[in-house]
């Protein structure tokens, strides 16, 4: 039986997309910052750079933590230079005007093509839990391609750090994902995507809720760009915003990753 994957030319064509973008001249940033983590990777760590938005009001005393977004891109977002935002991206969002009542952590692999290690997700929010003044009760996590596979990997493999998972044209397996099932889902497709057909994503849709998953699943008329027309979404946000880990959950989280 033929295993299931991009053809050729899908291949070929997301490969000219991804140089197009990597050869965009980068954007100036005037509502974030930069910042990186590095991650134990046995004797040695890896670095992982990010932009980092906080909202207004952010610093000002108040009762609650603020929640915490952080997005994953896709592969052809890498590397140390963190002004190269793809359009329609939560960062190109929030350089464009947008307020978000959380802080946003959008975060880049070092290489390219690189799929993302559930670990060094689960590294990156203890890593904004040291950090930031974010509440670990109400962590989100969004990504695209790529990044959207490493979003249902992590929920997979980490389903304590995550309040609630937006993927977005993603794919992978469904080995696991009864362990993803406390984590509300909300995904979304093209439907004339031939880089990641739907179905790929469809059957981990299928296997969350067979799992007893709260899930959402949205497919929009596109090709596989779709984030501009999701990131631009308010009831995206709200429906974040709405989810939160119980109270349980501080006693049960391991000590944060030391702030670097």
Known sequence: MRRCGLHASAVLLLLAGAWLVGCQAP?????????RYEH??????RTFHYLVYTPPGYGEPRREKWPLLVYLPGASTYGADVRKIP??????????????????????TPGMWERWDPAAVAGVIDHAIATYD???RR???TGVCVGGTGVWDTIKAYPDRVAAAVPLCAYGSVRGMERAAEVPVWAFHGTYDVFIPMHRQKRLVDAHRCAGGSTRWTTLPAMHWIWSSVYCRDD????MLK????????NALPPPARAR
């Open 243 to 250: 989810q939160r880990k119980g109270d349980a959950l501080l």
């Open 139 to 141: 962590v989100y996590l």
């Open 87 to 108: 359009d329609g991206d939560p960062p190109d969002e929030i350089e464009r005007g947008r307020d978000l009542p959380m802080v946003v952590l959008s975060v880049m």
């Open 27 to 35: 954007k100036p940033i005037c509502r974030h910052a930069a910042g």
């Open 134 to 136: 974010v509440d670990p």
């Open 40 to 45: 134990p990777c046995g004797a040695q760590t």
């Open 236 to 239: 995206v946000y709200a429906w």
